[in-house]
C-alpha cells in the first residue's frame, strides 16, 4: 500500500488530542506514591463486591486528586472491555496505596516506565499461556490491621499443582477436558480473572462445563451481565460508541502494521454510520512495497511468457489469425504454364522422351488401342542448373494441362503428421483437376532412403507418397514428375518400376547445345559485330544452362556500366573468365619479387602446355591475381572430351609439375614458394586415379583399389603410395628437362608476364620467338606503390591521414623519386 500523505494532518491532529491524556495515566503512579497513606478494613465479601463499587463513592479528597484521567473517547468504556484492556496486576482490589503496592509484582514500575521497560524488560512472544508459570510469587503479608487475602499461597490449590495443569493445557489445547481441569484449579485458588482472560483467547477448546466455569468466573468478577457473546467485546459493539471504536482500530491497526494512523475529521467522519463509515489508513514499511513490486514483476513475466507460447501454438496450429483468403504459401496450387519445348535447348534427348507424355496427356487413346498404359510417374535426373523444372513446365504448357508445383522441403515442417498431410492434398487436388501435372523437386529431401534408426514420423511423408502412387490409376490423367541430382539418396521403393516408370537423363549441353542455349538467351541483347558464338561455345565446356545464362547477363552489365552502344566479345570474355576463375583483384599489392616469382611460375606451366603433345591447346596466361590463385594458366579443348588416354593424364602431370620446376631452375631448389600447393594437390589426384581406379600401373595391374581402400592390406597401400609418388616424379623429371631445353623462352616469356600481366596465344607465341607486341599497354616494371601515410589521396575527396607515431622511419636525404611507377 503506498504511502499517503494527507493522512499526516489528521495524525498530528489526533496525537495533540491523546498525549495530555496519555501523559497523566502515566504519571499517575508516581504522584500517588507520595500521597497520605489510608488503612481500610475490608471483608473478604466486600473483596468480591468491588468491581460493583463505582469510582464516584469514594469521599475521601486525596484519592480524588489521583484519579486518573483518560482519553474522552475512552471515558464512558464498560467495565468488562476496560479490565481487558488494562493490563491485571491482581485479582483483588484494594481502596489503599499501601495494599495496592503490596499486590503489584515486582517490576512494575519498571514496567511503567518506558525507559526502563526497554531496556530491563524486553519484549518476548508469548504463545498458548496465561503467565502463571512465568509470574514472580510474593511472600504472604502478615499485617495485623492488613487486609487478609486468599492467594495462590492460601488458597486450597498448590502452586506446583497450578503449575502442572497449565502446563498441560497448554499442550493439549485441543483438549477440552484439561482446560476444564485448569479452570476449575483457578476458580479455587480465587483467580477468575486469568480464567476469563484465557477462554476469551478463543484459542482452547472448550465444553459445556468449561463455558459454565467461565460464567462462573466472570460472576466472581461481577460481569455476569455482560455474557452475550464469548469473545473480547461481548457482543457486536459492547456497548462502545463510534469514536471508541475508531480509536482502538486504528491503535490496532497501527501496531500490527507498523505504519502510520490517519484519522478523518469532519462532521459524521469516523461515526461507524452509513453516512459516516471508518477509515483507516495505514502505510506498508519499504520492504514490504519492494517485496509486493518483485512479486508483481515476477508474475506478470511469468503470465506473459505463458500467454505468447499459447499464442504462437494457436497461430502455427490452427492459423485462425491469418487474413481471409490469404494464401497459403505451401498449399499447392495450380498453374497453368506457357512455357514450350521451343524454349528449352541443350537437351533433345531429354526433349523426345517428354515428348510421348505430352501424347499421352493430348490422345490417350491413340496408345491404348494397342493395349499401352500411360506412365505414372517419370523422374528427372542430372546436375543442376540443366533445366529439369524447365522441361517439367514445357510438358504442362505443350499439354495445356494444370500444373502442380511443389518442392521436396515444402512438405515437411515441424509438427508430426504435417507431410503427409500435404502429400494427400497435393494429389486430392491433381485428381480434382486431372488430368494435371505434378511436379515435385529435390525428391531427395522427403524420399531418401530408409534406415532401422530413423523415427516412424520420419517415414511418414514417403509413406503416404508411396501410397498415393499406388493409388494413381493409369486412365486417372494424372501424370507425376520429380527432380533430383542425387538419385543414389532415393529409396528403392520409390524408384522401382510402377511408380516412376521412366527416368530421363538431364545431362551438361555440349558445345551445339551450349551454343543454342547463348543464341537463345541473346535474343534481347544488343551484341557487336565482333561476337562469335561458336568462340564462346568452345571456350565454355562443361558449363549448365544457367551459368550460361549468367555468363550472357554479367556481360551486358559490364557493357552497360562502360557506357558501351552495345556488348562486345571482350565483354563476355570478361564475364566468362569471372565466373569461371573468379574475378581480377587489381588493387591487390604484390611486390616486384613475388611478381617476378609468379611470373615465372606462369611461364613454366605455358611453354610445358605448348611444347607437351596430347595436352589442350592454350588459351590464356595471367599474373593477375583471381579468386585463389596469384596467376593462372588457362587451357581449352578442342572439342568436348568425355574420356582420357594414359598420355593425355600423364601430359596433366606434366604441366602440374612445370611451375614448381621453373621456380627451381630459376631461384634455385631452396628458394621454391608455396605457390605450387594446388599444383601438388592436382597431380596427386590424378596419379592416385590412375593406379587405383584406371589401371593404368604396371605393378598393381587392372585392380579397382578405390572401391574399398579401407580393406586394403597395408603392404598394397604402401605399392600403391610408391606408385603415385613415382608417376609424379617422373612428370617432374620430364617437365624439368623440357625447360632446360627452353631456358631461353622460359626467360623471355616470364619478361613479357612482368611488362604485360596477360598474354592470349597467339602473343605468347610471339614473345617466345622474340617478336614484339605492338600495341600491347606495357605495365609499370616497378612495384606497385603503397600510398604514403599523411599524404592526400589524389584525385579524391578524402582528408589526408595522420601518420601513426613511431610507424613512419626517419627519411634520408632526398635521392630522386622511388623506382617504379604509381598504381595502375
Known amino acids: 500500500m503506498a504511502f499517503q500523505s494527507t493522512a499526516l494532518p489528521g495524525l498530528a491532529a489526533a496525537t495533540t488530542e491523546m498525549w495530555p491524556a496519555m501523559s497523566n495515566a502515566m504519571g499517575a503512579p508516581w504522584r500517588v506514591f507520595g500521597q497520605q497513606k ?76 518506558p525507559i526502563t521497560r526497554r531496556v530491563l524488560f524486553p519484549s518476548q512472544t508469548r504463545e498458548m499461556s496465561t503467565g502463571l508459570l512465568q509470574r514472580r510469587f510474593q511472600k504472604p503479608d502478615f499485617r495485623i490491621a492488613g487486609l487478609q487475602k486468599r492467594t495462590i499461597f492460601g488458597s486450597n490449590t ?36 486469568i480464567v476469563v482472560e484465557r477462554y476469551e483467547t478463543n484459542q482452547f477448546a472448550s465444553n459445556t462445563a468449561s463455558e459454565n466455569l467461565y460464567h462462573r468466573a466472570l460472576g ?12 473480547h467485546f461481548g457482543g457486536q459493539n459492547a456497548g462502545l460508541n463510534n469514536s471508541q471504536l475508531q480509536a482502538i482500530g486504528q491503535a490496532v491497526a497501527a501496531n500490527s502494521r507498523g505504519g502510520n494512523v490517519a484519522v478523518s475529521r469532519g462532521p459524521n467522519v469516523g461515526s461507524g454510520s452509513k453516512d459516516g463509515p471508518l477509515h ?122 494444370p500444373f502442380f508445383f511443389m518442392s521436396g522441403s515444402e512438405f515437411d515442417e515441424v509438427y508430426v503428421g504435417v507431410g503427409a498431410k500435404r502429400v494427400r492434398e497435393l494429389f486430392s487436388a491433381a485428381k480434382g483437376k486431372s488430368p494435371a501435372i505434378v511436379f515435385i523437386d529435390e525428391l531427395d529431401a522427403i524420399g531418401g532412403k530408409r534406415n532401422s534408426r530413423d523415427a516412424a514420423y520420419v517415414k511418414q ?32 521403393a520409390l524408384t522401382r518400376p510402377g511408380r516412376f516408370d521412366r527416368n530421363v537423363v538431364v545431362g551438361l549441353p555440349d558445345v551445339r547445345g551450349r551454343m543454342a542455349i547463348l543464341q537463345h538467351h541473346m535474343k534481347n541483347i544488343i551484341t557487336s559485330k565482333d561476337v562469335s558464338l561458336e568462340v564462346l561455345a568452345a571456350a565454355t565446356p562443361g558449363c549448365s544452362g544457367a551459368e550460361l545464362e549468367n555468363i550472357i547477363n554479367q556481360a551486358a552489365v559490364h557493357a552497360s556500366k562502360a557506357k558501351a552502344q552495345a556488348v562486345s566479345m571482350f565483354d563476355f570474355e570478361w564475364a566468362r573468365e569471372k565466373i569461371m576463375w573468379g574475378a581480377e583483384k587489381k588493387g591487390m599489392f604484390i611486390t616486384q619479387e613475388e611478381k617476378e616469382a609468379t611470373a615465372y611460375h606462369e611461364a613454366g606451366h605455358a611453354l610445358v602446355v605448348m611444347f607437351t603433345p596430347g595436352f589442350d591447346p592454350l588459351h590464356k596466361i595471367t599474373i593477375m591475381p583471381r579468386g585463389q590463385a596469384l596467376g ?57 586415379a590412375m593406379v587405383t581406379r584406371f589401371g593404368m600401373s604396371d605393378k598393381l595391374g587392372n585392380v579397382d583399389l578405390a572401391s574399398n581402400h579401407d580393406s586394403l592390406s597395408a ?68 612495384p606497385l606503390k603503397v600510398p604514403e601515410v599523411g599524404t592526400p589521396i589524389s584525385g579524391g575527396d578524402l582528408p589526408s591521414i595522420p601518420p601513426i607515431p613511431g610507424s613512419q622511419p626517419e627519411k634520408p636525404a632526398d635521392k630522386g623519386p622511388p623506382a617504379g611507377g604509381a598504381v595502375a
Open 38 to 113: 489510608q488503612s481500610t478494613s475490608i471483608s473478604r465479601r466486600s473483596e468480591r463486591r468491588e468491581p460493583e463499587i463505582k469510582v464516584a463513592d469514594v469521599s475521601a479528597a486525596p484519592l480524588q486528586s489521583s484519579r486518573i484521567e483518560i482519553p474522552e473517547c475512552l471515558r464512558d468504556l464498560p467495565t468488562n472491555f476496560s479490565s481487558k484492556m488494562i493490563p491485571r496486576m491482581s485479582s483483588q482490589a484494594s481502596f489503599n496505596i499501601r495494599h495496592t503496592l503490596a499486590a503489584m509484582p515486582k517490576g512494575t514500575f519498571g514496567a511503567a516506565n
Open 158 to 193: 498448590s502452586r506446583s499443582t497450578l503449575a502442572h495443569l497449565e502446563e498441560t493445557a497448554n499442550k493439549n489445547p485441543n483438549s477440552a477436558t484439561s482446560q476444564y481441569a485448569f479452570y476449575q484449579a483457578l476458580i479455587r485458588a480465587d483467580m477468575p480473572a
Open 220 to 231: 466472581m468478577m461481577g460481569k455476569g451481565g455482560n455474557v452475550a457473546n464469548t469473545n
Open 280 to 401: 483507516v489508513v495505514v502505510e506498508e514499511t519499504i520492504g514490504g512495497t519492494i517485496f509486493k513490486w518483485v512479486k508483481f514483476i515476477l508474475y506478470f513475466g511469468l503470465f506473459t511468457y505463458l500467454s505468447l507460447v499459447v499464442v504462437a501454438m494457436v497461430i502455427e496450429t490452427f492459423q485462425t489469425f491469418k487474413k481471409v483468403g490469404g494464401k497459403n504459401d505451401n498449399e499447392a496450387k495450380a498453374e497453368h504454364q506457357n512455357v514450350r519445348f521451343s524454349d528449352v535447348h541443350g537437351c533433345d534427348e531429354a526433349k523426345e522422351e517428354l515428348q510421348e507424355l505430352v501424347d499421352f496427356l493430348k490422345n490417350p487413346d491413340k496408345f491404348s488401342t494397342l493395349g499401352g498404359k500411360l506412365p505414372k510417374g517419370v523422374l528427372l535426373v542430372g546436375p543442376p542448373g540443366t533445366g529439369k523444372t524447365l522441361l517439367a513446365r514445357a510438358v504442362a504448357g505443350e499439354a495445356g494441362v
Open 461 to 492: 511423408t514417403l509413406n503416404q507418397l508411396l501410397t498415393e502412387l499406388d493409388g494413381f490409376e493409369q486412365n486417372s490423367g494424372v501424370i507425376i514428375l520429380a527432380a533430383t541430382n542425387f538419385p543414389e539418396l532415393l529409396d528403392k
Open 632 to 688: 593462372l594458366t588457362m587451357h581449352l579443348p578442342k572439342m568436348d572430351k568425355y574420356s582420357q588416354g594414359r598420355d593425355e593424364l600423364l601430359a596433366q602431370l606434366d604441366v602440374c609439375m612445370g611451375g614448381k620446376v621453373a621456380e627451381e631452375i630459376r631461384y634455385g631448389p631452396d628458394k621454391v614458394t608455396s605457390g605450387a600447393s594446388s599444383d601438388l594437390q592436382k597431380a596427386t589426384q590424378v596419379a592416385y
Open 715 to 782: 603392404g598394397t597401400r604402401e605399392l600403391i603410395e610408391s606408385e603415385v609418388r613415382r608417376l609424379i616424379d617422373d612428370g617432374r623429371d620430364r617437365a624439368m628437362k623440357l625447360l632446360l631445353n627452353k631456358r631461353k623462352e622460359l626467360d623471355l616469356l616470364a619478361k613479357a608476364l612482368v611488362e604485360y600481366e596477360t598474354l592470349d596465344k597467339d602473343e605468347a607465341f610471339k614473345v617466345i620467338k622474340g617478336e614484339k607486341l605492338e600495341g600491347k599497354l606495357i605495365m609499370p616494371s616497378g
